[in-house]
């Protein structure tokens, strides 16, 4: 992928024009339809205004009504410039850094952290082929054992294609009811599933699946095509990112972080920087569709 830097940032993005005016292209790309006229039509920027009128009748358009930045009273460019910071690195910022970057209340940065990591929340297709699954959990101060959950942490399982897609997503617990069903959501039959040796995958083969199993008791980490290394440098990447970064994160918000940290892992090998796929997913995802 192209590095989309902070220069680049500045050049394309001078003002809160320039933001409206990619903004209004990227929800017409084919011109707008005058409702009025009955045909596409001429749309001109209103001087002052977020707005765009017919060159014939005057009937305006607002690029940004229905997305994130509706109705906000921050200037565009600052919102631009938080889905930047929030895409330009593996692990994301903090609210908190966000609000001195910008300078703007915490108040509003965490408003607007929070407004695009619903962004981010993508639904992936199934995956297909080598599939590494495994569980960890993260928060709490304490290592907990596994299967039992220590206090304060909270369960999450991750699927991953190798060199491919992830999915990661919180869970209640790790029994068989809890994963499996997951495992059957989030694959396609006759892909190959790679897990350890927990007792709960055991019945992977049944619904299936060809199932490669990983003794990690036995420390055979790395045997053949047999191993979670995918999943694994996930987890540290993800634990890494919430330590340094965001500090703590409550259960709560711990799915939106999660998908904010997936959404930049998913689309690591894209041709256009994530920064610009993720502006064109404000003009095109209607504030509805996003989760509440
Ligand atoms: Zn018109």
């Known amino acids: 992928m192209r590095t989309y830097t902070i220069n680049d940032f500045e050049k394309q993005f001078p003002t809160d024009d320039a933001c409206l005016e990619f903004l209004f292209k990227a929800r017409y790309p084919n011109g707008v339809f005058c409702e ?39 200037p565009l460019r600052s919102w631009f410039h938080a889905i930047f910071l929030m895409t330009s690195t593996k692990t994301g910022i903090s609210a908190k850094q966000l609000q001195r970057e910008l300078g703007v209340t915490y108040k509003t940065a965490w408003r607007m952290f929070k407004q695009i990591r619903k962004l981010m929340n993508e639904n992936i297709g199934p995956l297909n082929g080598h599939i590494e699954v495994d569980e960890t959990y993260i928060g709490g101060k304490r290592a907990g054992k596994r299967g039992r959950g220590a206090s304060g942490k909270t369960t999450v399982m991750g699927l991953t294609e190798r060199h491919g897609k992830a999915i990661i997503k919180v869970v209640p617990d790790v029994k068989t009811r809890t994963l499996l069903p997951m495992i059957w959501k989030n694959v396609v039959s006759n892909s190959t599933v790679f897990t350890d040796e927990l007792p709960s995958y055991n019945l992977i083969a049944k619904l299936g699946y060809t199932h490669k199993v990983v003794q990690h008791a036995a420390k055979q980490y790395v045997c053949g095509i047999a ?66």
């Not at 977020?50 to 009273?73: L, N, R």
């Not at 890494?240 to 409550?250: F, L």
């Not at 959404?263 to 920087?273: M, Q």
């Open 36 to 74: 009025k006229c009955g045909k596409i039509t001429k749309h001109y920027k209103r001087t002052g205004m977020k707005f765009y009128s017919c060159e014939f009748c005057g009937m305006g358009v607002a690029p940004t009504s229905g997305t994130i930045f509706h109705k906000s009273g921050t």
């Open 227 to 292: 191993h979670v290394n995918t999943v694994e440098s996930l987890w540290s990447t993800i634990k890494r990112g919430i330590s340094g970064v965001n500090h703590s994160v409550s259960p709560l918000h711990l799915q939106s972080y999660l998908d904010a940290y997936i959404y930049r892992y998913n689309h690591r090998k894209d041709d256009c920087p994530i920064f610009l796929s993720l502006l064109d997913r404000v003009a095109t995802l209607r504030r509805g569709a996003l989760p509440s």
